[in-house]
């Protein structure tokens, strides 16, 4: 099994709404992602967990909420989002941090903040 | 600051022919650099890893090179077919930043038949 799967696909919330985004991967990674893309730009990086510890965090706003349960699961909370943070939130995993050594990715959740 | 730049403009060919994607960084020395191709709407997909020590590497139709003289590395698709039409990203990231994973802006690749 090489997939990382992120549900939901796709999520509409209002600006008061408390929502979370789960991540799940069974390939005995230790290092999750959580990125953050926007229409035709990168994904850019916004957490980063290894062996279940939160390693770093790229000065995102506290609205964002990460939370590592276990070595398979991520999950992102959302708290009073912004419509500037609709985008595409993408997990990925990899069996190292950092660019040792290849990531997969998951097909992402579609986020609309009304 | 640490600087990744990828063809800005989208690079149109034909089938058949060689398509090369640059990838230049500025300001500091990866150990490892990643290419990554995406669909619209999808999550970026592996597609190779190539080190330091390493000059080139090759898969399949896709070619790598990395000149860490010049601060760049090259992606070559030779054969090129209209399924290879992407986004292509760059990760050059150096080992030492504690898990970073960090993506050029992407070239976008449309081949024509």
Redesign the interface.
Known sequence: DTEVTQTPKHLVMGMTNKKSLKCEQHMGHRAMYWYKQKAKKPPELMFVYSYEKLSINESVPSRFSPECPNSSLLNLHLHALQPEDSALYLCASSQDRGARTEAFFGQGTRLTVV | SQKIEQNSEALNIQEGKTATLTCNYTNYS?????WYRQDP??????LL?IRENEKEKRKERLKVTFDTTLKQSLFHITASQPADSATY?C?????N??????????TELSVKP
């Open positions: 990866p150990a490892y650099l990643q709407g999808r999550g970026p997909v592996f890893l990203l990760a050059p990231n150096p080992y930043q504690g898990g970073k994973l960090i993506f050029g802006q992407g």
